[in-house]
């Protein structure tokens, strides 16, 4: 966020809609951070797609993969939406490392386990920037884009669910291994 009330990138188009300049400047400011950290995020979820190790963890691998393809499309939803308010999307590799909020994935990383709790706390700091801006953009008077980061928010929870579940499963077995041997 720049803080002023020219976006990032560029002075606003014309535009049909009727938010005010300033409050327009605003969103898109949101919304390109969030496209940021948005492809900052798919990008660390492919890290661990590529680096889960197919045979050991095939469906670690698959599960990594469809999360990733799901943010490809929220990331053209998000751009749209800034170009929509008049903005310029900001979505370049470069510009995404820069603006996103997330930690930088860890390249030390060999277990399934550990890949999903590293992609599982990404998705839980992701999921609270949504939520956040759930409320930003309502109370800026944009229910559109509250209602995007709203589905946004609610595909994510689930994965995020998903990904809990399965850490707990893995505890659950490694405790089960544990009381047959003794």
């Not at 709203?150 to 009381?179: G, I, T, Y």
Request: zero cysteines; charged letters at 20%.
């Amino acid at each position: 966020m720049n803080g002023s009330s020219e976006p990032l990138g560029k002075s606003l188009d014309q535009t049909g809609i009727t938010l005010p300049l300033q409050v327009r400047a605003q969103l898109i400011d949101i919304l390109n951070q969030t496209l940021a950290t948005t492809i900052d995020l798919k990008t660390q979820i492919k890290q661990a797609h590529w680096n889960v190790g197919m045979t050991k963890s095939s469906n670690l691998h698959e599960l990594f993969n469809e999360i990733a393809t799901e943010l490809d499309v929220y990331i053209d939803l998000l751009a749209h939406r800034v170009t929509t308010l008049g903005g310029l999307a900001i979505g370049t590799a470069r510009s995404a490392a820069g603006l996103s909020i997330l930690p930088e994935y860890p390249f030390n990383i060999i277990e399934g386990k550990d890949h999903v709790s590293s992609i599982a706390e990404r998705l839980a700091i992701y999921g609270n920037l949504l939520w956040e801006n759930i409320d930003r953009t309502a109370v800026l008077g944009d229910a559109d884009t509250a209602y995007l980061y709203a589905e946004v928010s609610m595909v994510v929870d689930k994965r995020l669910w998903f990904l809990d579940a399965h850490l707990v499963s893995s505890v659950l077995q490694v405790d089960h291994q544990l009381a047959e041997y003794n």
